[in-house]
C-alpha cells in the first residue's frame, strides 16, 4: 500500500469518525436536551387538554334560603379561519341572538385569527341554543353563572365572582376555592381534521365544590337593612351600619352596611359600597366604649356599681385641658357608677379610668379583642387602633376611657357587649354554621389564631354592668328606646366624627344593646355616619333602628309569650294599655279551623301559616316577610281544593 493510498483511508475514516460524532452529538440533543420540548410540540399536534370546573358551590342563610345561587347561562365563540371567511354566518348569528351587533363581530373578527369570544355568560332559549349550534364555524358552550337572588341583600358579606366564575371579593373569594371545587382535566387525541378521536379524564373526587352555610338569617337580614336604609335617608346621612349577633355563640345573625351594592350589576356601583366596613372600617365608639372602663374597673376590684365619684360640676381639668359633660350644662356632683353609666358622665368615667389605671385597663380591652382582629370569616377585617404602649397620659387615658382616642370596628363592639350579655364569655364572632356547613374546619389564617371562647368578665361583673345598661334605658338617655313588656339593657353613643384631616366634624350616632327577660339574648349595634337632618344623639338617630328590629326579631322568636309575670316587666309601659300589644298573640293561639272555610291567618308569621297549611292540607303563595297584613279570599270565604291562598306579609306594628 502506497502512502497515497494511506493517506485516502486515513481522510475517510476520520469524516466517518467525525460523521458518527456528530449524529452522536445530535442524537444526543435530540433524546435529552431537547426531548421535553420536542415531545411537547409533537403532543400539541395530536393531544388536547381542557380543563372543566364543576358547579360552583352554593351559599345559604342558617334555615336553607339561597344567597347565591347559579343558573344556566351560554358562551359563544368562534376561530375566524373556520368559517372560510363566510360573513354571512354571523350575520345569522346576530339575528338568532339580537344582543349580539353584527357590526361589533366584523370589526371583532377582523383583528383576530385565533379563538375570539363573540358573548359571554348569555342566557338563551332551549331553541335560540339549537340554531347556533348548526352555525358552522360557530361553537356553543354551557356556562353556569353566578346569581344572587336577593340583589343587594347581604351583598358586601358574599361579595361577587368575575366572568371566570372566580370570586372577586367577600365570602365568594374568601372561600373560593371550597366554592369552585377540583377541576376535571380532560384529555383527547385529533384526527388530521382536529376532530376529537379518544377521550380520558381525571378528577380528585375528594375536593368537590362544595355549599356553604351561613349563620345569617335572611328575614332578620332584611328588616336590618331596610331599617338601616330608612335611618341613613331620613337623616341624611353618609352612611350606616347594623349587625346582630345570638351572644350565646358568637353567631351573626345579620350584618350590613348602607349605602350597599348589587353583585349581579357590580359594575353600576361604587367600590367604596362593595366592601363591608362593619367589619373593615375602625370609627371612633364615643360612650357605648365606657362599659369596658367600668367593666375593668369592677374586675379589678377598683369600683362597684354603687361606688360613688364626685364630677366636678361639670368641668375637670387633665393635663391643662378642660374634660366636660356631653351635653355642656350638665352639673353633675356625686354620682353612683350605675348613674354615670346612666347619664353618660364623661368626667365620671374619667375618674373611674383614673383609679382603674391603663394598665389593668389594656388588660381588659385586650381580652375583647380591641386593637385585633376578631377572625370573622371577612376579608381585609380590620383591628381598629388601639396604642401598644405600657402607659399613656392622664389625657389620653381619659379620652380613651369614654371612646375617643381609640378606634373599633362594628364587629369588635357586637363581640364584646355579647360578653356583657351571655355572662362574662367572649365567643369569637363567626358567619360559618359549623353544623351545617361542609367548611367548618376551614378557616381565616388570622382566625385558626383565636380562641373561639374565653372568659372575660366574671359572672358578678356581667350582672352588674347589665343592671347599669337597664337603668340607661329605664331612666337615663336610652329612654326613648323602651320596648313595652320587654327589659332592654342598651348604651347609646354621640361620637365625634374624624375628617380626613384628623380633626373632628359632625358625628356618629350608636346604640348597643340587648333584650334581657328572654331566653336566648341577642345584640344590636347600630350606628348612622354623618347624620345632618333630625338631630344626631345616638338615641334619637339609631336608636329607633334597634328599636324595630329589636320588635321584629322579639316577635319573631314568640318571646312576648314567655315573658314573665311580675311588676317590673311593667316598668316600661308607661302610657301603654297593656291588652294592646298582644291582643293580637292571643287571636293567633286560640284561632279555630274549619276544613270547609279559609282561615284567618292575619298577624301569623310564616312558620305558623305554613304549620296550619300543612294540617288543612292548604296552598300557600307568600309575598314578603314579617307578618301577614293582607289575605286573599278573605278569612270566612268557602274553601274548595282548588283555592289557592295569597298571602302578604309586613312588619308588625307595635304601636
Not at 375566524?80 to 371567511?85: A, L
Request: overall charge positive.
Amino acid at each position: 500500500m502506497n502512502k497515497v493510498e494511506k493517506n485516502r483511508i486515513i481522510f475517510v475514516f476520520t469524516c466517518f469518525c467525525l460523521f458518527f460524532l456528530f449524529v452522536l452529538g445530535k442524537a444526543f440533543k435530540v433524546q435529552l436536551v431537547d426531548a421535553g420540548d420536542l415531545i411537547s410540540r409533537a403532543n400539541s399536534q395530536f393531544l388536547r387538554q381542557a380543563t372543566i370546573y364543576p358547579k360552583r358551590g352554593n351559599i345559604y342563610d342558617r334555615e336553607g334560603n339561597a344567597l347565591a345561587l347559579n343558573v344556566q347561562t351560554y358562551s359563544i365563540f368562534t376561530i375566524p379561519k373556520s368559517t372560510n371567511g363566510d360573513k354571512t354566518v354571523y350575520r345569522k348569528l346576530s339575528k338568532i341572538i339580537p344582543e349580539i351587533s353584527y357590526n361589533e363581530m366584523i370589526r371583532t373578527i377582523n383583528k383576530r385569527k385565533r379563538f375570539t369570544w363573540l358573548g359571554r355568560k348569555l342566557r338563551l332559549t332551549k331553541d335560540q341554543v339549537e340554531q347556533v349550534k348548526e352555525l358552522k364555524g360557530i361553537f356553543i358552550e354551557g356556562v353556569p353563572e353566578r346569581t344572587y337572588p336577593n340583589h343587594e341583600m347581604l351583598a358586601q358579606t358574599l361579595g361577587f365572582v368575575g366572568l371566570d366564575n372566580s370570586g372577586l371579593a367577600g365570602l365568594e373569594h374568601l372561600y373560593d376555592k371550597e366554592l369552585k371545587g377540583n377541576p376535571l382535566t380532560l384529555k383527547y387525541t385529533i384526527d388530521n381534521k382536529g376532530r376529537p378521536i379518544k377521550f380520558e379524564s381525571h378528577q380528585d373526587v375528594t375536593a368537590q365544590a362544595k355549599d356553604i352555610y351561613l349563620t345569617i338569617d335572611k328575614d332578620i337580614q332584611g328588616m336590618a337593612e331596610k331599617y338601616l336604609k330608612e335611618a341613613v335617608i331620613a337623616h341624611a346621612a353618609d352612611k350606616g351600619g347594623v349587625g346582630v349577633i345570638d351572644s350565646s355563640n358568637g353567631e351573626i345573625l345579620a350584618m350590613a352596611n348602607y349605602p350597599a351594592f348589587d353583585p349581579n350589576d357590580v359594575k353600576s356601583s361604587s367600590p367604596e359600597h362593595r366592601k363591608l366596613s362593619f367589619a373593615t372600617d375602625p370609627f371612633e365608639p364615643g360612650s357605648a366604649f365606657k362599659l369596658f372602663t367600668v367593666g375593668s374597673a369592677f374586675e379589678h376590684k377598683v369600683a362597684k356599681l354603687d361606688s360613688n365619684y364626685y364630677c366636678e360640676q361639670g368641668h375637670l381639668k387633665v393635663d391643662g385641658h378642660i374634660i366636660s359633660e356631653a351635653e355642656s350644662h350638665e352639673r353633675y356632683e356625686w354620682l353612683s357608677v350605675a348613674d354615670i353609666v346612666k347619664y353618660s358622665s364623661n368626667i365620671g368615667t374619667t375618674k373611674i379610668a383614673f383609679d382603674l389605671t391603663f394598665p389593668k385597663f389594656k388588660e381588659t380591652l385586650k381580652s375583647l379583642n380591641f386593637g385585633e382582629k376578631t377572625g370573622i370569616e371577612v376579608p381585609g377585617e380590620s383591628r381598629g387602633i388601639f396604642t401598644e404602649a405600657e402607659n399613656v397620659t392622664p389625657l389620653s387615658l381619659s379620652n380613651m376611657s369614654f371612646g375617643q382616642g381609640v378606634a373599633v370596628t362594628g364587629v369588635q363592639m357586637l363581640a364584646a357587649y355579647a360578653a356583657i350579655a351571655n355572662g362574662g364569655e367572649y365567643f369569637r364572632p363567626t358567619l360559618i354554621k359549623k353544623d351545617r356547613t361542609q367548611v367548618a374546619d376551614l378557616e381565616p389564617e388570622t382566625a385558626s389564631q383565636i380562641k373561639n371562647k374565653v372568659r372575660v368578665f366574671s359572672q358578678k361583673t356581667s350582672e352588674d354592668l347589665t343592671k347599669a345598661l337597664v337603668g340607661v334605658v329605664e331612666k337615663g338617655t336610652g329612654v326613648p328606646v323602651q320596648i313595652p313588656h320587654f327589659k332592654i339593657a342598651g348604651k347609646t353613643a354621640t361620637a365625634q366624627r374624624v375628617d380626613r384631616n384628623g380633626g373632628y366634624r359632625g358625628y356618629i350616632s350608636g346604640f348597643i344593646g340587648f333584650p334581657v327577660n328572654v331566653d336566648k339574648r341577642f345584640v344590636i349595634y347600630v350606628y348612622i355616619d354623618n347624620p345632618r337632618v333630625g338631630g344626631y344623639y345616638g338615641a334619637a338617630v339609631a336608636g329607633p333602628v334597634f328599636k324595630n328590629l329589636a320588635q321584629y326579631m322579639l316577635y319573631k322568636n314568640k318571646d312576648i309569650s314567655n315573658l314573665a309575670e311580675n311588676e317590673e316587666s311593667t316598668n316600661f309601659s308607661k302610657g301603654f294599655k297593656a291588652d294592646q300589644d298582644i291582643v293580637q298573640e292571643k287571636i293567633s293561639a286560640t284561632r279555630t279551623i274549619d276544613p270547609n272555610i279559609v282561615p284567618n291567618l292575619i298577624g301569623l308569621d310564616k312558620i305558623s301559616t305554613i304549620n296550619i297549611a300543612n294540617k288543612m292540607n292548604l296552598q300557600l303563595i307568600h309575598k314578603g316577610m314579617g307578618v301577614v297584613s293582607n289575605q286573599t279570599p278573605a278569612a270566612g270565604s268557602p274553601l274548595t281544593k282548588d283555592v289557592v291562598i295569597s298571602l302578604e306579609y309586613s312588619p308588625p306594628n307595635y304601636e
